[in-house]
């Protein structure tokens, strides 16, 4: 491992990227007395977490919930610490209501351990001691979040801060480091109970990118968990915009620079070191080289490929080719498929949960339209005009079949005209209540968010790529971090705060502290 490092703080770092993982590791720097610079392709800021608005509906992009509001949850932390206030929001409770094929009455994910726990007794029988496991995993693996980790570790303070997170109450997690979901269902026994594993299925494909086979243990403990009190999952009010909107505040008031519209096409490196960035200014065209050697890059692992020009040529440096190997050798990451609808509040159903979870077919794989993601808007929450609402549906699909196809837009036409036909079947859907309706693929998020391939959330949390396996916030060149969804600890708003924090304080290490 490397030796810690005190250097005189950098003239400027650029961050690349505009989504919560980058606004976050800006605001932070920038209250900390660094001078940032922050570029996005985008009109605004926000990246998958984004907002955008028709006919009177504002839409979210992608994420559609956050946790980490509660005291002591990261969001609330970073934003103490900014000075800046929460947004307003309310639990979502339950956190999700799940319909299985044929079923018509779904399996809700309460927030009240209770309540929660008496759902799945009454769901899943037979199960208990999977569950009890679990909830005793979550809660070791939350207090090792808690003491702020640095995964995987890469020099000795990095190390440091690990052993520091490791005490006796989270010892437990060790002998499970190794383990799938998978695996425990079938020490249980369980594993051929096909609603119980649907379900989790369904859910972990969600937060972890992958299956419950495929999904590290200690990663869904912590994915399955965090929707109980005194944790849960929250519903802004406005929109998501408003952690960005809140984010650049900050940025801004303290010194920071944000640029929307502005490319970053190359990084530039000599001798294995930042030297600076190649901008193209979006609307006149302009290009220039801003000179930087410290730049954090949110973005996916095969975009930082492309940024650094390895496609074509690649350094004959041993670690720089065991990296470019890693990333090439990742599994194909899935898009999404959304619509997105503005209807009249009679097309929803009383009592209808902010977010449900649907699948068609239990012979057809998770994904393409055979399961559904859904976020409902409810009355005053901002999204929608008085007596209407908002529907957004996602599904996982496969990027390829979206790039470089002369009928994309009959495909694009046919999995809209899927998707509602399926939500017409708990929704009312008709061309009386719909009111606006337009869809985004894989070509939609790589056009507005940047993202290679317009993929979504990560590399997966599979044992290979999760925590003290994932690949790290510094990368083999020196002065280029990575934050974000393809680091620890994962997708979602949170998340990426998560990687965002462990970036500043890493470089708070690296550098010696400002003269006052």
Known sequence: MKEVDNLPRPNMVIVIGAGIGGLTTAA????????????????????????????????????????????????????????????AATFCDPACAVFLPGETQPIRVWRDPEKWQQERQEQFP???????????????SWRFQ??????????????????????????????????????????YGIDNDRRLKTFLDLQLKLYSQVNADETALLYAATALGVSQSPQGL????????????????????DGGTLLMGHTVEAIETENRQVVAVKIRDQKTGKVWRETTDLVVANVTVQNIVKLLGWENHISTDPLDRIYHHRINKLPPASGAFVIYLG????????????????????????????????????????????????????????????????DYQKLKHEY???????????????????????????????RYTARD??????????????????????????????????????????????????????LENQFTPPKH
């Open 146 to 187: 808690s003491r702020d980790p640095i995964l995987p570790p890469r020099n000795w303070w990095d190390l440091v801060q690990l052993v520091k997170a490791l005490r006796l109450d989270t010892m437990i997690t060790l002998p499970f480091t190794l383990l799938t979901v998978g695996d425990l269902l079938r020490i």
């Open 28 to 87: 932070l720097l920038a209250h900390r007395g660094y001078s940032v610079l922050v570029l996005d392709q985008a009109i605004v800021p926000g990246g998958c977490a984004s907002t955008f608005k028709r006919k009177g509906f504002t839409f979210d992009v992608g994420a559609t919930q956050v946790a980490g509001l509660e005291p002591g949850g990261i969001h609330h932390r970073i934003f103490s610490e900014l000075e800046i206030d929460l947004p």
């Open 343 to 406: 209807v009249d509040q009679s097309a929803i159903p009383p009592e209808c949960p902010p977010h449900l979870q649907f699948l068609y077919d239990y012979n057809r794989p998770i994904g393409e339209n055979n399961s559904l993601f859904v976020s409902v808007s409810h009355p005053g929450d901002g999204r929608a005009p008085h007596g209407q609402a908002t529907i957004i549906a996602s599904s996982f699909t496969d990027t390829q079949q979206w790039w470089h196809n002369p």
């Open 126 to 140: 037979g199960s208990e001691k999977f569950w009890q496991l679990m909830g005793t995993l979550f809660e070791a």
């Open 416 to 446: 809209t005209q899927q998707a509602i036909n399926r939500l017409s079947s708990y929704f009312q859907l008709t061309p009386e209540t719909i009111i606006y309706s337009c869809a985004a693929t894989p070509r939609t998020f790589a």
């Open 453 to 506: 391939q317009g993929v979504v959330g990560g590399v997966g949390q599979r044992i290979s790529t999760f925590g003290p396996f994932g690949f790290s916030n510094r990368t083999p060149i020196n002065g280029l971090w990575l934050v974000g969804d393809c680091t620890h600890p994962g997708e979602g708003t949170a998340g990426v705060s998560y990687s965002a924090l462990t970036v500043v304080r890493q």
């Open 234 to 253: 929250y519903h802004l009010q406005g929109s998501m915009q408003v952690l960005s909107d809140r984010l650049v505040a900050s940025l801004k008031r």
